[in-house]
């Protein structure tokens, strides 16, 4: 019988020809007789290193943890749009007509902006007599296409009325009327005042007081 060396391929028993039954696999010829405590050759520098990068994501894909690809660069961080104020939630200032939220300073010239108080109101007395209540605090447009049906309904066949022949603010303690003209065809006055406003003019005037639009119709606020 052969000599029995120790299996340079496992070290864990003797062999005694050329294949490790623990392996199963063939013993290189010369390598019975190596020293198994030598250390194995180095590869040849014609043999490109073996990488076993493939084998390391395989064996991580059959435990059932995901491999981990390169980190995505952090991008900006998304710009916040800004938040449009609805009517309710703007006012306007009675001293420069400076927009603004309500209860807050005015930017322009530094007034309280008026913070309408909920359910205030303040009547509008129309040609026909009628009687509209408009809210305080909010800017409303008079004319054949204002916002408030019962003033748009009323001043529908008055041809001599703009669409938007002017811009009414109440007071939110209903005090006082802020009255700008944006440009009308026939023109606004306010009060007593026999000066034509301007257009683009703002004016305030106690309550209650008469506003007419052109030369002939008239209709009251506040009375």
């Known amino acids: 019988m052969a000599d029995q060396v120790t299996c340079p391929l496992c070290g864990l028993h003797p062999v005694s020809d050329d294949y490790c039954p623990t392996l199963l696999t063939e013993i290189p010829p010369g390598r019975l007789s190596a020293d198994p405590g030598a250390p194995s050759e180095p590869p040849s520098p014609d043999e490109p290193p073996h990488d ?37 939630e703007r006012a306007v200032c009675f001293v420069c007509g400076c927009p603004g939220s ?62 938007r022949h002017c811009l009414i603010t109440v007071t939110p303690d209903g005090a006082r009327v802020r009255v700008r003209d944006p440009g009308s065809a026939n023109g606004t006055w306010l009060g007593d005042d026999p000066a034509q406003i301007r257009p683009g003019e703002t004016r305030t005037a106690a309550l209650p007081v008469r506003l007419r639009l052109g030369l002939h119709l008239s209709i009251t606020i506040g009375a």
């Open 52 to 88: 076993d990068s493939a084998r390391r994501a395989d064996d991580t894909r059959i435990q059932g943890i995901p491999a981990r690809g390169p980190a995505a660069p952090a991008g900006p961080a998304p710009a916040r749009e800004p938040v449009e104020q609805t009517p309710a």
């Open 102 to 163: 309500p209860g807050e300073e005015c930017m322009q010239c530094g007034q309280t902006l008026p913070s309408p108080a909920a359910g205030a109101s303040t009547a509008l007395v129309l040609p026909s007599g009628d009687r509209v209540s408009i809210p305080r605090g909010r800017e409303l447009v008079v004319g054949r296409l204002s916002d408030t049906p019962g003033i748009r309904r009323a001043l529908h066949d008055y041809d001599a009325v703009s669409r």
